[in-house]
C-alpha cells in the first residue's frame, strides 16, 4: 500500500509564532489569516470599514432619494414604498462600500507598510 500523502496547508511554512504584518506583535499563528492579519487587527479593520460604508450608503441612498424626487417624481399615494426604498438603498449600499473599503484596506495593508517594530532594547544589541 502507497503512503498516504499529508495535505500540505499555507500553515505548514511558517513557524508556530508569527508576527502579525499590521500591528507587528507576536501572535500565535492560528490567530492570522493567509495575509498574516491577526483577529485584533482584522476587527479593527472591519470596524473602521463599517463607518465609511455607512457613510458610502448614505451617499447612495441620497442619490437614490435625488433621482426618485428629480426623474420619477412621485405622486403622494404611495410615500411610503419611495421612503423604504430609499431606507433598503442605504442600507444595501452600506454593505456594498463597507466590502469595498474592508478589500481595499486588506490589499492595500497601509498600516503594515508604515507600521514601526516594537522595542528591541530589551533583547539586547543587534549584530
Not at 33 to 55: E, H, I, K, P, V
Request: charged content about 25%; overall charge positive.
Amino acid at each position: 500500500m502507497p503512503e498516504e500523502r499529508r495535505r500540505v496547508s499555507w500553515r505548514d511554512r511558517y513557524p508556530d509564532e508569527v508576527t502579525c504584518v499590521r500591528c507587528l506583535q507576536l501572535r500565535d499563528q492560528v490567530d492570522l489569516d493567509r495575509l498574516l492579519w491577526c483577529t485584533r487587527c482584522r476587527a479593527l479593520a472591519r470596524n473602521r470599514a463599517s463607518w465609511m460604508g455607512w457613510l458610502g450608503g448614505a451617499l447612495f441612498g441620497g442619490g437614490v432619494a435625488l433621482y426618485i424626487w428629480g426623474v420619477i417624481q412621485p405622486t403622494d399615494l404611495v410615500v411610503g414604498g419611495w421612503i423604504a426604498t430609499v431606507v433598503a438603498a442605504v442600507w444595501i449600499g452600506s454593505k456594498v462600500a463597507r466590502e469595498l473599503v474592508y478589500g481595499v484596506m486588506r490589499i492595500r495593508n497601509v498600516h503594515a507598510a508604515e507600521a514601526m517594530p516594537p522595542d528591541t532594547a530589551q533583547e539586547g544589541p543587534t549584530p
